[in-house]
């Protein structure tokens, strides 16, 4: 019995142990940073040490000031993002599951047909479409309302297509096939049996709606005319624009440094938490077509 | 057997859309526009929203919407990508509307946004009142169709303790400039006596050097002369004070400058908000220390008798929409903000376009005590704004910021640049329609 | 069965309403002109001949590359790299790191890297200077920039890529590798033997994705256009060109098509992974 492992397998080579932690440090300190620079004063992001923690009270100073810009309007930003969001998360859990259910686990006619326009739509970039999409919602006069942005981010095939995936592999067959010929109706099926063991799928289609919607910025940027109803993301762009060492012009009313990394810090808090919880129904979501019985 | 489907879905599917988009366009479908219940929809970028809020605040009866936007600075074009996209869906348009550039008239006339300001909207009796040329890039064919807010005149600032200090005399002419600038890298290396790093750098010199590159010679026709002798010259001048590191390469707004350079200044030649803005509000120069002088000039212009010429760096515009349904309030908000010794004489950062508010502006900047000395030389350079300089629809800043300040960055000299710089010019005119002579 | 289809309608609404009639419209547009006329193939020769269109696809083709290969290269190394840490909280803590700053897509990330990239502020100043670097303006040269993006775009997307490919080698039974242990195999033939090439339809799934999202490139170089006054030009993607046809020059028409071209791009890519994904298909 060979009791002598082959020298580098087995021992942890000291230089993956650099290379993995090079990585961390790439990933991680210009969050580190973010969150910092937001205690700071612009004169301490400038003359300071990058990595140095300011103080509460500019903390407070960068609050009242970014409150200040447009009188809350960040806060008007964020009900935006997360009226958005939450809608278009609802609708698009309400028609993605079911449609992936059926896709894998019914037939009816023409199921191979939207199988494949799915997978083809789902690659396709959907922000060339975006200047049609303006015109083609202009043409039913719903430009300005909050559904020209949330009806379009409902729309998600790659949703379709994961629960396509999810269901024609965690779930076996011959459940449903039993609850059928204890004679449940399609729709009873569904509700008590497919349904009750969906929940990682749910998950990862919430999961992955929720993100791509709420940092989506081209669409909005195009479809809304006012900037009162842009989501946090654009408003971050308006930020950008009013903080005079990106833009001149800007002047006594500047938005300045540190709060604009204040304002990444509250446009991104609800992704994060979404994220630091994530891991976990990703990995199993995304892998469930390689676990086939 | 698809085909089947097809059929079945068809009807289905287009029944279902359109019972949804009926439904949603009932309760849905927000109004945004020009109200006709009198409420007065007003565009302004950050700076200019304590304007709008000092109007309400004196004129409590008229109802406002003040919205913030960013401008049109940058280049951003959003007025016009907006107003392209109100005018699909026939509504939405402001009523009055900052913005920050100058050439907004080149699309805004043709976009049909813009009213007519000088066919009996606006009495003539106060539009003479405007200084001489502010509003040549607001008239097409005759037609005013918007009111300059500032000027940004160009002179030429200076720290005049640090010039006593040193026993030098404020330059007259470019070549007293350039010399002067010679002695300071000898004598004080690291401070500077100008900046070429920022995008606006050539309306600054070259504009007041009497360059050719940016000709407008009517709606639609520009001509180019980004090479000749009075470009080449100016360039070769910014190129010898680059090189002795007199001439900052970076922006004045940028944060390197802010942090190594900021205190390191002689002298600045640059338009009227600098004195404001940029020295008192962003470096925190104490009191006292910067003065005025007027932009100097090329000896053998002098020796001509030639009108002097100074440059200008931007100074916004106000528009008023041709849709408006409140013409009157409209036209009344407009007159307030552009005149009114409260908000232009009092409180606006800039030197009004308009006269009189001007001359209280000037008035209160010289008892605030922050200048050391006379600043009567923004009075003159008022009038002296070179007319060989126009606003085309292309942006002059971004043109440079693209094609020269990469090259300066990667320390190549201005002078081999200026062809680059003469063909992106011709590029982006005939992009956007214009007729080119070179 | 009629209930099929009653699962399927909802989402047939909005397939219709946003997938195909804006690529109808797109088409129609790309097609005629301002008033409506079938004129050929005019708008793509108009659109072809600005002077800023070579160079827009250039930029794009260039930062694919760069992008991709990075991608592929350094999501496969840290994740055989991570799989070997025998400490579960480190691999946990490591994969975590990774992943978080993938919550700042978007707007969020390009605002993070102009600090980034600044030798003024930036934490990294030292490395940005011991390149030569010692203004923003330097940093966003316009040779950079594919550079850049690149660097933006795997902050933001390699960690979730990273937990993925993980994940997968997880599934990858452990005999095998034991069997490439007796048989004297090292840890990089290991990985090149019998990890990858059971990893490939990952990668290519991977790459795939990646792709379609690459071609749209738009944020990152508007929001850098604007931070540098211009520097970065506003015209350096398809996408951002395709914007300024349709608002700047009020030109619909040769915006659309833009758009057509991106999409029958996409619709190659597509159908190669249609076509290869065959393994995906459940049926």
Same mark, same amino acid.
């Given at each position: 019995?060979?009791?002598?492992?082959?020298?580098?397998?087995?021992?942890?080579?000291?230089?993956?142990?650099?290379?993995?932690?090079?990585?961390?440090?790439?990933?991680?300190?210009?969050?580190?940073?973010?969150?910092?620079?937001?205690?700071?004063?612009?004169?301490?992001?400038?003359?300071?040490?990058?990595?140095?923690?300011?103080?509460?009270?500019?903390?407070?100073?960068?609050?009242?000031?970014?409150?200040?810009?447009?009188?809350?309007?960040?806060?008007?930003?964020?009900?935006?993002?997360?009226?958005?969001?939450?809608?278009?998360?609802?609708?698009?859990?309400?028609?993605?599951?079911?449609?992936?259910?059926?896709?894998?686990?019914?037939?009816?006619?023409?199921?191979?047909?939207?199988?494949?326009?799915?997978?083809?739509?789902?690659?396709?970039?959907?922000?060339?479409?975006?200047?049609?999409?303006?015109?083609?919602?202009?043409?039913?006069?719903?430009?300005?309302?909050?559904?020209?942005?949330?009806?379009?981010?409902?729309?998600?095939?790659?949703?379709?297509?994961?629960?396509?995936?999810?269901?024609?592999?965690?779930?076996?067959?011959?459940?449903?096939?039993?609850?059928?010929?204890?004679?449940?109706?399609?729709?009873?099926?569904?509700?008590?049996?497919?349904?009750?063991?969906?929940?990682?799928?749910?998950?990862?289609?919430?999961?992955?709606?929720?993100?791509?919607?709420?940092?989506?910025?081209?669409?909005?940027?195009?479809?809304?005319?006012?900037?009162?109803?842009?989501?946090?993301?654009?408003?971050?762009?308006?930020?950008?624009?009013?903080?005079?060492?990106?833009?001149?012009?800007?002047?006594?009313?500047?938005?300045?440094?540190?709060?604009?990394?204040?304002?990444?810090?509250?446009?991104?808090?609800?992704?994060?938490?979404?994220?630091?919880?994530?891991?976990?129904?990703?990995?199993?979501?995304?892998?469930?077509?390689?676990?086939?019985? | 057997?698809?085909?089947?489907?097809?059929?079945?879905?068809?009807?289905?599917?287009?029944?279902?859309?359109?019972?949804?988009?009926?439904?949603?366009?009932?309760?849905?479908?927000?109004?945004?526009?020009?109200?006709?219940?009198?409420?007065?929809?007003?565009?302004?970028?950050?700076?200019?929203?304590?304007?709008?809020?000092?109007?309400?605040?004196?004129?409590?009866?008229?109802?406002?919407?003040?919205?913030?936007?960013?401008?049109?600075?940058? %280049?951003?074009?959003?007025?016009?990508?907006?107003?392209?996209?109100?005018?699909?869906?026939?509504?939405?348009?402001?009523?009055?509307?900052?913005?920050?550039?100058?050439?907004?008239?080149?699309?805004?006339?043709?976009?049909?946004?813009?009213?007519?300001?000088?066919?009996?909207?606006?009495?003539?009796?106060?539009?003479?009142?405007?200084?001489?040329?502010?509003?040549?890039?607001?008239?097409?064919?005759?037609?005013?169709?918007?009111?300059?807010?500032?000027?940004?005149?160009?002179?030429?600032?200076?720290?005049?303790?640090?010039?006593?200090?040193?026993?030098?005399?404020?330059?007259?002419?470019?070549?007293?400039?350039?010399?002067?600038?010679?002695?300071?890298?000898?004598?004080?290396?690291?401070?500077?006596?100008?900046?070429?790093?920022?995008?606006?750098?050539?309306?600054?010199?070259?504009?007041?050097?009497?360059? %050719?590159?940016?000709?407008?010679?009517?709606?639609?026709?520009?001509?180019?002369?980004?090479?000749?002798?009075?470009?080449?010259?100016?360039?070769?001048?910014?190129?010898?004070?680059?090189?002795?590191?007199?001439?900052?390469?970076?922006?004045?707004?940028?944060?390197?400058?802010?942090?190594?350079?900021?205190?390191?200044?002689?002298?600045?030649?640059?338009?009227?908000?600098?004195?404001?803005?940029?020295?008192?509000?962003?470096?925190?120069?104490?009191?006292?220390?910067?003065?005025?002088?007027?932009?100097?000039?090329?000896?053998?212009?002098?020796?001509?008798?030639?009108?002097?010429?100074?440059?200008?760096?931007?100074?916004?515009?106000?528009?008023?929409?041709?849709?408006?349904?409140?013409?009157?309030?409209?036209?009344?908000?407009?007159?307030?903000?552009?005149?009114?010794?409260?908000?232009?004489?009092?409180?606006?950062?800039?030197?009004?376009?308009?006269?009189?508010?001007?001359?209280?502006?000037?008035?209160?900047?010289?008892?605030? %005590?922050?200048?050391?000395?006379?600043?009567?030389?923004?009075?003159?350079?008022?009038?002296?704004?070179?007319?060989?300089?126009?606003?085309?629809?292309?942006?002059?800043?971004?043109?440079?910021?693209?094609?020269?300040?990469?090259?300066?960055?990667?320390?190549?000299?201005?002078?081999?640049?200026?062809?680059?710089?003469?063909?992106?010019?011709?590029?982006?005119?005939?992009?956007?329609?214009?007729?080119?002579?070179? | 069965?009629?209930?099929?289809?009653?699962?399927?309608?909802?989402?047939?609404?909005?397939?219709?309403?946003?997938?195909?009639?804006?690529?109808?419209?797109?088409?129609?547009?790309?097609?005629?002109?301002?008033?409506?006329?079938?004129?050929?193939?005019?708008?793509?020769?108009?659109?072809?001949?600005? !002077?800023?269109?070579?160079?827009?696809?250039?930029?794009?083709?260039?930062?694919?590359?760069?992008?991709?290969?990075?991608?592929?290269?350094?999501?496969?190394?840290?994740?055989?790299?991570?799989?070997?840490?025998? *400490?579960?909280?480190?691999?946990?803590?490591?994969?975590?790191?990774?992943?978080?700053? @993938?919550?700042?897509? @978007?707007?969020?990330?390009?605002?993070?890297?102009?600090?980034?990239?600044?030798?003024?502020?930036?934490?990294? *100043?030292?490395?940005?200077?011991?390149?030569?670097?010692?203004?923003?303006?330097?940093?966003?040269?316009?040779?950079?920039?594919?550079?850049?993006?690149?660097?933006?775009?795997?902050?933001?997307?390699?960690?979730?890529?990273?937990?993925?490919?993980?994940?997968?080698?997880?599934?990858?039974?452990?005999?095998?590798?034991?069997?490439?242990?007796?048989?004297?195999?090292?840890?990089?033939?290991?990985?090149?033997?019998?990890?990858?090439?059971?990893?490939?339809?990952?990668?290519?799934?991977?790459?795939?994705?990646?792709?379609?999202?690459?071609?749209?490139? !738009?944020?990152?170089?508007?929001?850098?256009?604007?931070?540098?006054?211009?520097?970065?030009?506003?015209?350096?993607?398809?996408?951002?060109?395709?914007?300024? !046809?349709?608002?700047?020059?009020?030109?619909?028409?040769?915006?659309?098509?833009?758009?057509?071209?991106?999409?029958?791009?996409?619709?190659?890519?597509?159908?190669? !992974?249609?076509?290869?994904?065959?393994?995906?298909?459940?049926?």
């Amino acid at each position: 019995m060979p009791t002598d492992a082959p020298a580098h397998l087995g021992r942890r080579n000291p230089l993956s142990t650099v290379v993995l932690a090079l990585f961390a440090l790439f990933f991680t300190v210009p969050v580190l940073w973010l969150v910092l620079a937001a205690t700071k004063t612009d004169d301490q992001l400038v003359h300071g040490n990058p990595l140095s923690f300011g103080s509460w009270a500019a903390l407070r100073a960068n609050w009242t000031a970014l409150t200040g810009f447009g009188d809350d309007v960040i806060f008007l930003w964020l009900r935006n993002s997360a009226v958005y969001a939450g809608l278009a998360l609802v609708i698009t859990l309400c028609v993605a599951v079911p449609a992936g259910y059926a896709l894998a686990l019914t037939e009816f006619r023409g199921r191979r047909t939207l199988l494949v326009v799915t997978l083809v739509v789902m690659i396709m970039p959907n922000s060339t479409l975006v200047v049609p999409l303006f015109l083609e919602v202009n043409a039913v006069g719903l430009i300005g309302s909050t559904w020209s942005v949330v009806l379009p981010y409902s729309f998600f095939p790659f949703g379709v297509y994961l629960a396509y995936i999810f269901f024609s592999t965690a779930l076996p067959r011959e459940l449903l096939a039993a609850a059928r010929l204890d004679g449940c109706s399609e729709l009873g099926v569904f509700r008590h049996v497919a349904l009750p063991l969906a929940a990682p799928v749910v998950a990862l289609v919430g999961f992955f709606s929720f993100v791509g919607n709420w940092t989506n910025y081209y669409l909005p940027y195009v479809l809304l005319p006012e900037s009162d109803q842009f989501p946090v993301q654009v408003g971050l762009g308006t930020l950008l624009a009013n903080v005079p060492q990106f833009n001149p012009t800007a002047g006594a009313l500047a938005v300045e440094r540190p709060q604009l990394a204040l304002a990444a810090l509250l446009a991104i808090a609800p992704v994060l938490v979404v994220f630091l919880f994530s891991q976990r129904f990703l990995v199993a979501g995304m892998l469930a077509g390689a676990t086939k019985e | 057997m698809s085909d089947t489907y097809r059929r079945r879905a068809t009807p289905f599917t287009s029944a279902v859309t359109a019972l949804v988009l009926a439904v949603v366009t009932a309760c849905g479908g927000g109004d945004t526009g020009s109200s006709t219940d009198g409420t007065l929809t007003v565009w302004v970028d950050a700076t200019r929203m304590a304007a709008a809020k000092l109007y309400q605040k004196t004129h409590p009866s008229v109802p406002m919407k003040i919205v913030s936007y960013d401008g049109d600075a940058n %280049g951003s074009n959003y007025l016009q990508t907006k107003v392209s996209l109100f005018n699909r869906t026939r509504e939405g348009w402001p009523d009055v509307v900052f913005s920050s550039q100058n050439n907004e008239t080149t699309w805004a006339v043709d976009a049909g946004f813009t009213a007519p300001l000088n066919k009996g909207l606006l009495p003539r009796s106060l539009l003479d009142g405007w200084a001489e040329g502010a509003n040549d890039p607001c008239t097409v064919d005759g037609t005013l169709y918007c009111l300059r807010n500032d000027l940004s005149q160009t002179v030429l600032w200076y720290d005049a303790t640090l010039l006593k200090d040193w026993g030098y005399q404020v330059p007259a002419t470019w070549e007293d400039y350039e010399a002067l600038g010679k002695r300071v890298a000898a004598e004080h290396p690291g401070y500077l006596v100008g900046s070429a790093g920022d995008t606006f750098t050539p309306e600054i010199y070259l504009w007041a050097g009497r360059c %050719g590159a940016n000709q407008i010679t009517g709606p639609k026709a520009v001509t180019v002369d980004a090479t000749g002798p009075n470009c080449a010259r100016m360039a070769a001048l910014l190129d010898t004070l680059i090189r002795n590191r007199t001439l900052a390469t970076s922006s004045v707004f940028s944060s390197d400058f802010g942090k190594n350079l900021a205190g390191r200044i002689l002298m600045m030649p640059g338009p009227a908000w600098f004195g404001g803005a940029l020295f008192q509000g962003t470096f925190k120069v104490p009191a006292g220390r910067i003065a005025v002088a007027p932009m100097p000039q090329w000896a053998d212009d002098v020796t001509a008798g030639d009108e002097p010429a100074v440059g200008n760096v931007g100074g916004g515009t106000w528009l008023l929409s041709a849709h408006t349904a409140n013409r009157d309030a409209a036209a009344d908000f407009l007159t307030w903000v552009t005149t009114s010794d409260d908000y232009q004489g009092e409180e606006a950062p800039g030197y009004p376009a308009y006269g009189p508010a001007a001359k209280t502006w000037l008035a209160n900047q010289a008892s605030s %005590g922050y200048y050391a000395g006379d600043i009567a030389p923004l009075r003159a350079a008022a009038d002296q704004v070179w007319s060989g300089w126009g606003y085309g629809q292309f942006s002059q800043e971004a043109i440079w910021a693209a094609t020269v300040t990469p090259g300066l960055n990667a320390g190549k000299s201005i002078v081999s640049l200026l062809p680059a710089w003469q063909e992106a010019i011709v590029n982006h005119a005939r992009a956007d329609g214009y007729e080119v002579k070179e | 069965m009629r209930a099929g289809h009653g699962f399927v309608a909802p989402y047939m609404v909005l397939l219709v309403a946003f997938g195909v009639v804006p690529t109808v419209y797109a088409i129609y547009f790309a097609f005629t002109d301002a008033g409506g006329a079938f004129v050929g193939l005019a708008n793509f020769v108009a659109a072809a001949e600005d !002077f800023r269109f070579v160079a827009a696809v250039g930029h794009v083709a260039l930062y694919l590359v760069f992008w991709l290969v990075t991608l592929v290269v350094f999501v496969v190394g840290l994740a055989l790299l991570l799989h070997r840490v025998t *400490a579960r909280p480190v691999s946990r803590a490591l994969r975590l790191l990774y992943y978080v700053p @993938g919550a700042l897509a @978007g707007a969020a990330s390009v605002l993070v890297w102009l600090f980034m990239l600044d030798p003024a502020v930036s934490p990294a *100043a030292f490395l940005l200077r011991a390149f030569g670097f010692d203004t923003f303006g330097q940093v966003v040269a316009p040779e950079h920039l594919p550079v850049l993006f690149t660097l933006m775009a795997f902050w933001t997307g390699a960690g979730g890529w990273i937990v993925v490919m993980y994940g997968a080698l997880n599934n990858i039974p452990a005999d095998l590798v034991e069997a490439a242990r007796i048989d004297g195999a090292g840890a990089w033939q290991t990985a090149r033997r019998v990890q990858i090439p059971l990893l490939r339809k990952w990668i290519v799934y991977m790459v795939i994705l990646t792709f379609a999202g690459g071609t749209q490139l !738009f944020v990152e170089p508007q929001l850098l256009s604007q931070a540098s006054v211009g520097v970065a030009g506003r015209d350096y993607s398809l996408n951002q060109l395709s914007y300024d !046809f349709a608002f700047q020059n009020d030109n619909v028409n040769t915006a659309a098509t833009i758009s057509v071209e991106l999409l029958v791009l996409g619709l190659v890519v597509a159908g190669l !992974f249609v076509a290869r994904s065959r393994f995906f298909d459940a049926d």
